[in-house]
């Protein structure tokens, strides 16, 4: 079982390659939305969610994808995906 | 009021950012019917960049009239017309798009209703400072449009990011978008 933070920094390691603001993405947290804050361009956003489905192993349907605006829902889907596993 | 949403890809940069031939890719994004045109097409890059921007400024006009924001480029669908005319379906809504292009970028608006009078640049832009430029490029035409002082016009962007034009702080009754990608931005505004 992974904690929070390991989450939280699972996280930021797939979304490094794709952020356009480094302030945002040095002070992210549960809160930080992808696009406002980080600047992703929302292109990259699919590649965010493919990023996860292969390090998790797990597979996002487009209903949940429709929230994962932020960080917070990110970790929320991953975690309901993981525990359907 | 009449509203707009725009969208500008660079493709060199889009060449770069993104790699649509990765696995799932292309099925996260387009329906069956999209993937089809993209099948079909003689430029698969171009025809891939071009339902982007349809879908995007689609969704920019959309999230204007349906607060709530969300990820799901498969919940709207893009029919092609023509080279320039489309149209974009999200749940009951419709709008039409007009794109162009060129080998170096492609440019779509949407509109709920198509004979609406739009005004739209595209231009060429240095990285970096893309917003800024793009928000300079807008104040200084419409201030030439309306002869109106362009040290009194600013660009404010509501709680939901939609950005508005204001005169001495009054916010004007035109609706805008803005779009911004590697060398490249735009604006379009319409008059309500």
């Known amino acids: ?85 | 009021m009449q509203r707009i949403g725009n969208d500008i890809v660079d493709l060199k940069v889009a060449a770069t950012e993104s790699n649509w031939q990765r696995k799932g890719f292309l099925n996260k994004i387009f329906t069956a019917k999209e993937q089809e045109y993209i099948h079909n097409s003689d430029n698969k890059f171009n025809t891939v960049w071009r339902l982007w921007s349809m879908k995007e400024s689609a969704y920019k006009l959309y999230i204007q009239q349906n607060a709530e924001r969300f990820f799901n480029p498969k919940k709207l669908e893009c029919t092609i017309f023509s080279e320039n005319d489309g149209q974009v379906i999200i749940g009951a809504s419709s709008f039409s798009t007009s794109t162009k292009g060129n080998d170096s970028f492609i440019f779509s608006t949407a509109l709920v209703d198509k004979s609406t009078t739009v005004i739209s640049c595209d231009f060429k832009i240095k990285r970096g400072t893309q917003s800024e430029q793009t928000y300079d490029a807008i104040i200084q035409y419409f201030a030439q449009l309306t002869g109106s002082k362009l040290s009194k016009l600013t660009i404010h962007k509501s709680t939901n990011h939609i950005p508005y034009l204001y005169f001495r702080n009054k916010q004007l009754p035109w609706s805008i978008s803005l779009s911004h990608h590697g060398t490249f931005g735009a604006f379009s505004l319409i008059k309500n």
């Open chain 1, 1 to 85: 079982m992974r904690t929070n933070e390991q989450m939280i920094s699972d996280l930021k390691e797939i979304v490094k390659p794709y952020i356009q603001n480094q302030h945002g993405f040095d002070s992210l947290t549960e809160e930080t939305d992808f696009i406002n804050d980080l600047k992703i361009n929302s292109a990259n956003l699919v590649d965010v969610v493919l990023d996860i489905e292969d390090k998790f192993d797990i597979e996002i349907d487009n209903d949940s994808m429709d929230k994962m605006l932020n960080v917070k829902a990110a970790l929320e889907i991953i975690e309901t995906k993981l525990s359907e596993k």
